[in-house]
């Protein structure tokens, strides 16, 4: 350094000493100042000093691993161990080496010893933990530790030594990447706090300790460490099956970013009576309509799939979408539509509940909300469909405190990270993977992000671009936050289309607070009123899940007389939605693919729908005791019956009877 004549001081030479001694001497070499000399003379008694502790440890470091890479008696090992361990904390040497040193004879010890006794085993954790109260344990020494919490979750080795090293990990840890096994270390310390007597009472105090009695953690690595572990705990569970899959990344591939989709599936030919070129060049591009009965089973996990296609609707219209459907579009085309049960083995079971319990304590941390909404936010889980229908629905609590809290960094969270890409909010929106209440949870985030956003027709047009379905679904179903988010698309002159637009009108008047709210608009905008007056919508179709009580109060709530497209993909309705269809006197197409639609609804159809042009009936429980009634509509020109309980007797009579059919699908029945 710069110091001037006479002014040098004993702080000077402390100075020196903060130096790595191996450093020291290039800046003494330095010190040419006037009357420097005092402060040369000791720094180089210091680094004398030094040198020879350096040789002398260097000396007792070789004797010790000679001694201890071939022990005889145990007895002799442990006490040797202890006076390795006394020596390195007695040290005057100032490195970090010194204490890794013996840690790292310890563990290659260890790791050439596998046949060592519990009690040896602890009583080797207990003499070196002096040493891991300042230093991270190396790699193999973390892997000793981990089958020590797995064989010997209760002993107390768990709560006395591995405690203080774990508080110490997540309280400094800067990377797991580059320390993988201190997080698989800090993973099997939890699970074996979570199997003593309390449970999670201890994972509870634990994670107490380590936020502090304030308000505010004062270490900021800890929440980001906390979470780390818990995510790569809950891949853990569906480790083995997402490897399975041939559609889904490898872990490793996920661990690294690399989520490239894997399309390997075939396409299938469909058998037409006059396929038109049409028909067969759209054919080409449709994925394979269901993979029958996909089960992967390991001691963990037991899992029972069942998938129809996973092309993109073309029947729901869509903003500024003006177009009539092609009929191949009434009977092809679905949403994808998956039903998983799920079996987790105990162990894999309890790892979750615990790692999801841990989230939850994180959430009720008023500071830790914000920074665990925007670790959470890119949805932690492999776009496989099992991770996201457990997982998410296991984070239903974490994501309600989410949409709870009324600061906007935490939930504007629930959105996701860029355009195009799933977030929490779609999640958990009817019809989504986690949905399992009906859109409450949905509705609320909705309620709360308008409540603050700032871009408010931005965010609409987002939900009439993605989410118009489930926010119909639930103004129809009285939900006030909808009611008035279909009345603000209106207002704002959001959805271009004229049919959508009147299947707004309708699904507002269809319940009491949604004319009240209507009639108030239609005071401030009277356009409304004339679009009401020029008829109802020509196409209309209902958002996924809805029942025959929904369908009933949308056709009693105006009129539909003008109505010729009409789907009902993929919602809930049963043959007793009949009796209101047959008052569509302009009814040319529907659309009844995977609903609950019977023999008898088809019955009452085919006598009263004489016009109609376009049936599908695609997975729906129909037989030939109901199809042979549609031989009555001769009208029909395009049919899908795919999967259902066709015999080929029937479809030969059908063939007969409808002159006019042009259009058929029969795969996966006996006609195929």
Not at 464 to 488: D, F, S, Y
Request: hydrophobic share 35%.
């Amino acid at each position: 350094g710069r110091c001037e004549e006479k002014c040098f001081s004993y702080s000077a030479i402390e100075d020196v000493q903060l130096l790595s001694w191996e450093n020291a001497p290039k800046y003494c070499l330095q010190l040419t100042i006037p009357g420097g000399t005092v402060l040369l003379q000791a720094a180089n008694s210091y680094l004398r000093d030094q040198w020879f502790h350096s040789l002398q440890w260097k000396k007792k470091i070789y004797k010790y691993k000679k001694v201890l890479s071939n022990p005889s008696r145990w007895e002799v090992v442990l006490k040797e161990i202890r006076t390795l361990v006394d020596m390195a904390l007695t040290s005057p040497l100032q490195d970090d080496s010194i204490n890794q040193a013996p840690l790292e004879i310890v563990s290659k010890l260890l790791s050439e010893n596998t046949n060592l006794t519990t009690q040896e085993h602890e009583n080797i954790i207990v003499a070196i933990a002096p040493l891991l109260e300042n230093n991270h344990p190396p790699p193999d020494l973390c892997e000793f530790f981990c089958k020590h919490c797995r064989e010997r979750p209760r002993s107390m080795v768990v709560i006395e030594v591995f405690t203080p090293v774990v508080q110490r990990i997540l309280k400094h840890n800067m990377d797991f990447g580059k320390c993988p096994r201190l997080r698989l270390f800090t993973q099997e310390y939890i699970l074996a706090l979570n199997e003593l007597n309390a449970g999670m009472e201890v994972v509870k105090k634990f994670i107490q300790s380590m936020h502090g009695p304030t308000g505010h953690c004062p270490h900021p690595r800890v929440l980001p460490n906390l979470v780390a572990v818990c995510l790569a705990a809950i891949y853990s569970c569906y480790e083995e099956f997402i490897n399975s899959r041939d559609n889904s990344p490898s872990l490793k591939e996920i661990r690294n970013g690399c989520q490239q989709p894997c399309d390997r599936k075939p396409t299938l030919p469909l058998r037409l009576l006059h396929p038109s070129p049409d028909l067969v060049s759209q054919e080409a591009t449709l994925s394979e309509a269901r993979l029958k009965s996909v089960v992967v089973a390991s001691s963990e996990i037991h899992v029972e799939v069942e998938r129809t296609s996973t092309a993109k609707p073309a029947l729901t219209a869509s903003a500024g979408n003006d177009s009539e459907p092609n009929l191949i579009d009434c009977l092809m085309v679905s949403p994808a539509c998956s039903t998983m049960s799920i079996e987790l083995g105990p162990q894999a079971d309890r790892t979750l509940g615990c790692y999801v319990e841990i989230l939850k304590l994180l959430s009720d941390y008023d500071d830790w909300r914000p920074s665990l909404a925007s670790l959470l936010q890119p949805i932690p889980f492999p776009k496989d469909d099992s991770a996201r229908l457990v997982s998410s629905r296991e984070l239903k609590y974490v994501i309600q405190r989410f949409a709870e809290d009324p600061r906007q960094e935490v939930h504007s969270c629930l959105l996701s990270v860029r355009a195009g890409k799933d977030g929490w909010f779609q999640l958990y929106s009817p019809g989504g993977v986690a949905c399992d209440d009906d859109g409450e949870l949905f509705a609320s985030m909705v309620h709360i992000l308008m409540g603050s956003c700032y871009k408010t027709k931005k965010f609409l047009l987002s939900l009439a671009e993605n989410k118009l379905g489930p926010c119909m679904l639930l103004a129809l179903r009285g939900n006030q936050t909808m009611v008035e988010i279909l009345c603000l698309m209106l207002e704002y002159n959001i959805i271009d289309n004229n049919d959508t637009q009147l299947q707004i009108i309708s699904t507002l008047e269809s319940t009491d607070v949604g004319k009240r709210m209507y009639e108030q608009l239609c005071d401030r905008q009277r356009e409304l009123k004339e679009l009401q007056r020029k008829g109802g919508p020509t196409r209309l179709t209902l958002p996924s899940k809805s029942t025959d009580a929904d369908l009933a109060r949308l056709l009693s709530s105006g009129s539909f007389g003008n109505l010729e497209n009409l789907s009902l993909a993929f919602t809930n309705v049963t043959s007793a939605c009949a009796e209101h269809l047959i008052k569509l006197p302009s009814l040319k197409q529907l659309n009844l693919w995977s609903t609950q639609f019977g023999d008898a609804g088809l019955r009452l159809l085919s006598e009263h729908l004489t016009m109609l042009q376009v049936l599908n009936l695609c997975e729906t429980p129909v037989t030939d005791a109901g199809l042979l009634a549609l031989s009555s509509m001769k009208s029909l020109c395009s049919l899908n019956m795919n999967s259902t309980k066709l015999s080929a007797d029937t479809y030969e009579d059908l063939k007969a009877k409808l002159p006019n059919l042009k259009e058929v699908d029969v795969r996966y029945t006996e006609a195929w």
